[in-house]
């Protein structure tokens, strides 16, 4: 019943509150209950990841990784976006480019920036839309401007 009416709050409810029996998995109860919960309420479904990080994010979608990742970023909890982002920047979807900008950001905060540029550069060889081609650009000339790997224009076009 829950798995097809996750927007019926019975349902939500529900699930939140009862247990998993044990011939279920633990990976696919995780998965029911932070559907539920990112639905229900987005601050309880990060701190439900936080609470079982680094397990089961394997499991979890390329949108919810990218969600969790923004908000562990958002909270300067950057090694934990890190670990999200880069996951959800490996998966396909309209989330990538954002996640890969994010991720390079996050090297930025810890002082990497040799490695943020490689993100960039990464995120520029596939090719994004404009949006994120510009905004990329724009933290690849930054980042070189305060000392890393120089590159000229025709390199980054």
């Not at 029911?32 to 936080?50: C, E, G, N, P, W």
């Not at 397990?55 to 979608?61: E, F, H």
């Not at 930054?142 to 000392?147: A, D, F, M």
């Given at each position: 019943m829950v798995e097809h009416d996750m927007k019926n709050m019975t349902s939500l409810r529900h699930l939140l509150t009862c247990n998993c029996d044990d011939a279920q998995p633990e990976e696919a109860c995780f998965q029911k209950r932070l559907a539920a919960?990112?639905?229900?309420?987005?601050?309880?479904?990060?701190?439900?990841?936080?609470?079982?990080?680094?397990?089961?994010?394997?499991?979890?979608?390329?949108?919810?990784?990218?969600r969790i990742g923004v908000a562990f970023y958002q909270e300067a909890d950057i090694e934990k976006a890190r670990s999200c982002l880069e996951l959800a920047a490996a998966r396909d979807g309209s989330w990538q480019h954002k996640a890969m900008l994010l991720v390079s950001r996050t090297y930025e905060a810890v002082g990497n920036d040799q490695r943020a540029i490689t993100v960039i550069q990464d995120l520029l060889d596939q090719q994004p839309e404009k949006i994120f081609r510009r905004q990329a650009l724009k933290r690849l000339m930054t980042l070189q401007s305060q000392g890393g790997n120089p590159l000229s224009m025709t390199d980054m076009l």
């Amino acid at each position: 019943m829950v798995e097809h009416d996750m927007k019926n709050m019975t349902s939500l409810r529900h699930l939140l509150t009862c247990n998993c029996d044990d011939a279920q998995p633990e990976e696919a109860c995780f998965q029911k209950r932070l559907a539920a919960t990112i639905i229900r309420d987005f601050q309880s479904a990060v701190r439900l990841v936080r609470d079982h990080f680094p397990r089961y994010l394997d499991r979890l979608s390329g949108d919810q990784l990218f969600r969790i990742g923004v908000a562990f970023y958002q909270e300067a909890d950057i090694e934990k976006a890190r670990s999200c982002l880069e996951l959800a920047a490996a998966r396909d979807g309209s989330w990538q480019h954002k996640a890969m900008l994010l991720v390079s950001r996050t090297y930025e905060a810890v002082g990497n920036d040799q490695r943020a540029i490689t993100v960039i550069q990464d995120l520029l060889d596939q090719q994004p839309e404009k949006i994120f081609r510009r905004q990329a650009l724009k933290r690849l000339m930054t980042l070189q401007s305060q000392g890393g790997n120089p590159l000229s224009m025709t390199d980054m076009l």
